[in-house]
Nanobody
Framework: QVQLVESGGGLVQPGGSLRLSCAAS????????MGWYRQAPGRQREFVGQ???????RYADSVKGRFTISRDNAKDTVYLQMNSLKPEDTAVYYC????????????WGQGTQVTVSS
């Protein structure tokens, strides 16, 4: 069992920045990918981005150019740097761990609220 604990959420004004962290209880070095998803009220959970074990990243079109995912294998932590935040980025953000390529997300964090509002 792997526990994922997100932190760093909060209230920010439009155009502002936040950095989310996701600390894992296991060594993430060999995990296929670590990812971020979000869920806004009344909407389905959606993919935000992910980072592979080799450092390759991919992002949803809605956040491309504004959000950056990075990982620190020594700390078993993944980060989501969010810049130029918009009100439509308001959601609960979830960290995820995909252990192998052939399977989907194996573990989820509990989520952290991000609210973008003036």
């Amino acid at each position: 069992q792997v526990q994922l604990v997100e932190s760093g959420g909060g209230l920010v004004q439009p155009g502002g920045s936040l950095r989310l962290s996701c600390a894992a209880s296991a060594n993430i070095f060999n995990f296929y990918a670590m990812g971020w998803y979000r869920q806004a009220p009344g909407r389905q959970r959606e993919f935000v981005g992910q980072i592979g074990s080799g450092g390759k990243t991919r992002y949803a079109d809605s956040v491309k150019g504004r959000f950056t995912i990075s990982r620190d294998n020594a700390k078993d932590t993944v980060y989501l740097q969010m810049n130029s935040l918009k009100p439509e980025d308001t959601a609960v953000y979830y960290c995820s761990a995909q252990l192998v390529a052939a399977e989907g997300v194996a573990y989820w964090g509990q989520g952290t609220q991000v609210t973008v509002s003036s």
